[in-house]
């Protein structure tokens, strides 16, 4: 099954690519073909479920990771209160469309929040196709969509807790870890929350003291394949514990994790090291959810499918461009974030299959969410296009001289995105800087590339010595190097005392030839060393030969220079033995 659903996700999410549609329509399209409703093979729909719920939980994981308070910061005046607005509008529209359908309240909430949502996948697609991406109106639009999950995370931990008032049932009674309903619903609602808070204190306090330290260790052992299993194990490992410790959702603690991770100085590596899964767990649960779609839905009700694509196209766009309208920024701003809510995805599965579990949505609303969202998101490059054609035409009718509408908030806004953008590009410098301050203060190193140089840098261990304080002691057992950062130390061997200073390094003698040490080493000032383990300095050295052939050869120099300096001494003090 696996490999069927990776093959065909390969080759619709091609064409899909070429015809100028997101790759996630191919992968929909392929679960639509070997889902049960269509003739030909049938997939164990049993383990795609399982592979479906891996893949929601590294979906949220990715969203955790990706998140950035900062950015939000800085577009928070506009993507608060428009897509808080916008999801409160969009959902009464869904409501009244359930309403209209015979549905029960609890089915319209599901199905009005499920429209109300777009696909960050698919937002950060066209954002990037059109270069759209650092412009403020694509940081609007991304800011408001995080605005939009943040919503979602809370919609997923209060429906459970709402799903009997709402006409479902208990979440025990799908099988799910919940939060159990006897007694009043404020009673119902406080402990959930009560949970929810608890489990959050519980992964911002721990997570950041314990999460590092995790993820330091493992790299040390220099194994990529047990960081990237590292990762993946604290992100199933948090969603599992918060569902079975907490009664919390599986989607909310992977979120939670990936949020604690981004605060860590590995966040980078981990994000690049877990991406591969990711992808290719999202691409099973795309494939899973187009399996439970029914085509016949198309011809079925027709009329609904319209009306639903037309409430996620046409009425959730006049909602965003209302509010940014009603904001005071510009229409350019308004028509771009318009377009790039005029689509639903990723989310709006997730909250159809809990609204499925939870007994409250029947199986037509998800046939429908599905197909409102198969035909948004192929008709949002046509959308995109016409907003442009639009701007343009508003642009040429403007009296030259005259500033548009809304354009002394759109220069605050402006003033803002600059100062993250800054903050966030402060952050990168000082990055690179560390490592570029590496190779410059230890020539040796700039035989690494700069990905080796950050590899490296993970395996320092700090540590600081005062005038006087002994570091090494003659006659023991190597178990480090020392690369002198700041201050002077002295070397006293065979009589003789060597002085090295900062952007020097001692101690990988004894490492190289396995032997005692053969020297005492004092600091002579106020020192801060960057220690590399015996156990990473083999490891490392191991993997780059050009860098331990490098420190052999300082070593044998600095052997030798020694063995010379010893010479010139013993002839001196023959000579004066003589006069």
Request: aromatic residues 8%; negative net charge; proline residues 4%.
């Amino acid at each position: 099954m696996i490999a069927i659903a990776f093959g065909l996700a390969f080759i619709f999410g091609y064409l899909a690519d070429r015809i100028r549609l997101p790759p996630l329509v191919g992968y929909l399209m392929a679960g639509i073909i070997i889902g049960p409703f269509t003739p030909g093979f049938v997939a164990d729909s049993g383990l795609a479920a399982q592979l479906a719920e891996i893949g929601v939980i590294l979906l949220m994981f990715g969203v955790g990771l990706h998140f950035s308070p900062s950015d939000l910061l800085a577009v928070r005046k506009i993507a608060i209160p428009g897509a808080v607005g916008q999801i409160g509008l969009a959902t009464a529209l869904g409501v009244g469309l359930a309403w209209l359908w015979g549905w029960s309240l609890g089915a319209g909430l599901v199905l009005g929040l499920s429209l109300s949502v777009a696909s960050t996948v698919v937002l950060l697609k066209a954002l990037e196709e059109r270069d759209m991406l650092n412009t403020a109106e694509g940081r609007v639009a991304v800011g408001w969509l995080i605005v939009e999950d943040l919503a979602m995370v809370l919609a997923l931990v209060l429906l459970p807790a709402l799903a009997e008032v709402l006409g479902g049932h208990a979440p025990g009674a799908a099988g799910d870890h919940g939060v159990g309903s006897d007694g009043p619903i404020w009673l119902t609602l406080a402990l959930t929350l009560g949970k929810v808070a608890a489990f959050s204190v519980l992964a911002i306090v721990l997570g950041p003291r314990v999460v590092p330290v995790i993820l330091t260790n493992v790299a040390r052992t220099g194994s990529r394949e047990l960081f990237t299993l590292s990762v993946l194990a604290i992100a199933l490992g948090v969603a599992y514990g918060s569902a079975v410790l907490f009664g919390v959702s599986f989607a909310l603690g992977a979120f939670f994790a990936g949020v604690v991770l981004n605060e860590s100085r590995f966040s980078h590596k981990a994000a690049a090291d877990s991406m591969p899964l990711q992808d290719a767990f999202a691409v099973l649960f795309f494939v899973s959810v187009g399996m439970l779609f029914d085509p016949s839905i198309l011809l079925r009700d027709p009329l609904a499918v319209i009306a639903v694509v037309a409430l996620i196209v046409v009425g959730k766009s006049l909602i965003a461009f209302g509010i940014v309208i009603l904001l005071r920024f510009p229409v350019g701003m308004g028509l771009a974030v318009s377009a790039s809510l005029a689509q639903i995805g990723e989310f709006s599965f997730i909250l159809v299959g809990l609204g499925l579990s939870l007994g409250l949505l029947p199986e037509e609303g998800r046939d429908l969410v599905l197909a409102g969202a198969l035909l948004s998101i192929t008709l949002n490059p046509a959308v995109f296009a016409g907003v442009a054609a639009l701007r343009k035409h508003l642009q040429a009718k403007r009296p030259a001289g005259v500033p548009p509408y809304g354009w002394e908030q759109f220069e605050q806004l402006q003033s803002s995105l600059a100062d993250a953008r800054h903050q966030a590009e402060e952050r990168e410098k000082e990055h690179d800087l560390q490592i570029q301050a590496l190779a410059k203060t230890f020539p040796v190193l700039s035989l690494l590339d700069a990905h080796e140089q950050e590899r490296l840098m993970m395996l320092f261990r700090p540590k600081s010595a005062v005038p006087g304080e002994r570091i090494i002691r003659k006659g023991d057992r190597a178990n480090a190097m020392y690369f002198i950062s700041s201050g002077a130390v002295e070397v006293l061997m065979d009589g003789q005392t060597i002085r090295l200073g900062a952007g020097t390094m001692f101690g990988e003698m004894a490492l190289l030839s396995g032997q005692r040490r053969n020297a005492d080493v004092a600091a002579v000032d106020y020192c801060q060393f960057q220690v590399l383990e015996r156990r990473d300095f083999n490891q490392f050295t191991a993997r780059h030969p050009a860098l331990r052939t490098a420190l052999i050869d300082m070593a044998a120099q600095r052997r030798k220079m020694n063995q010379q300096d010893a010479a010139t001494d013993d002839a001196v003090a023959a000579s004066e033995s003589a006069a």
